[in-house]
């Protein structure tokens, strides 16, 4: 089964802590990106990294941290100094010679 | 200059009617303009997509209409069905350089019987 897995679906964390979001792909695409989405606020990007070991900052990286150690994993950490975690956290890859960009099924993160 | 400004926020339509949604863009380096529909919990799906040079691109009840004089492009949604209550997000990208796509807000689209 080709495609992108996020997991977990759903995640519970105390106000104060780090998490780490699980972002994977098998299409052998190279880049690959992270989404925040808010209700009314559209997509947002976080971060996206073209290549392995390298990455650029989106729209909203404060907060957040990413590594890209190989090719089909771009996982996410939101930081305790994100101010406002809670949200659907959506990660997506796209081949580089291609402009389509597929999305995974989401993690919805709640910060207590 | 990356903005995509998406319209109207929400839709409701009649069952069988057409749903029409609309994007404008100001960054002419744009080249390629798709649009994606969600449904609640779920990521994004690539729907339909668009380069500037056709005007019109059709795939069963989806039609883009593009007009690259007007920096504007439009989601025709023929037929509509209930099943076709989502939301929908329009995008724009500049190929060269492989840069992130921007997305409207998006449009939340009810169709009802």
């Known amino acids: 089964d080709g495609g992108i897995t996020q997991s977990p679906k759903y995640l519970f964390r105390k106000e104060g802590q780090n998490v780490t979001l699980s972002c994977e792909q098998n299409?052998?695409?190279?880049?690959m990106y992270w989404y925040r989405q808010d209700p009314g606020q559209g997509l947002r990007l976080i971060y996206y990294?073209?290549?392995?070991?390298?990455?650029q900052k989106g729209d909203i990286a404060e907060g957040y941290s990413v590594s890209r150690e190989k090719k089909e994993s771009f996982p996410l950490t939101v930081t305790s100094a994100q101010k406002n975690p809670t949200a659907f956290y959506l990660c997506?890859?796209?081949?580089?010679?291609?402009?389509?960009?597929?999305f995974g099924p989401g993690t919805r993160l709640t910060v207590t | 200059q990356q903005q995509v400004k998406q319209s109207p926020q929400s839709l409701i339509v009649q069952k069988g009617g057409i749903s029409i949604i609309n994007c404008a863009y100001e960054?002419?380096?744009?080249?390629?303009f798709p649009w994606y529909q969600q449904f609640p919990g779920k990521g994004p799906a690539l729907l339909i997509a668009?380069?500037?040079?056709?005007s019109e691109k059709k795939e069963g009840r989806f039609t883009i209409s593009f007009n690259k004089s007007a920096k504007q492009f439009s989601l025709h949604i023929m037929d509509s069905q209930p099943g076709d209550s989502a939301t929908y997000f329009c995008a724009a990208r500049a190929f060269s350089g492989n840069t992130p796509l921007v997305f409207g807000k998006g449009t939340r689209l009810s169709v009802i019987a």
């Open positions: 960054n002419t380096a744009f080249d390629y």
């Open positions: 990294s073209q290549i392995v070991n390298d990455f």
């Open positions: 997506a890859s796209s081949p580089l010679e291609r402009s389509e960009q597929y």
């Open positions: 299409l052998n695409h190279d880049a």
């Open positions: 668009i380069r500037p040079d056709v």
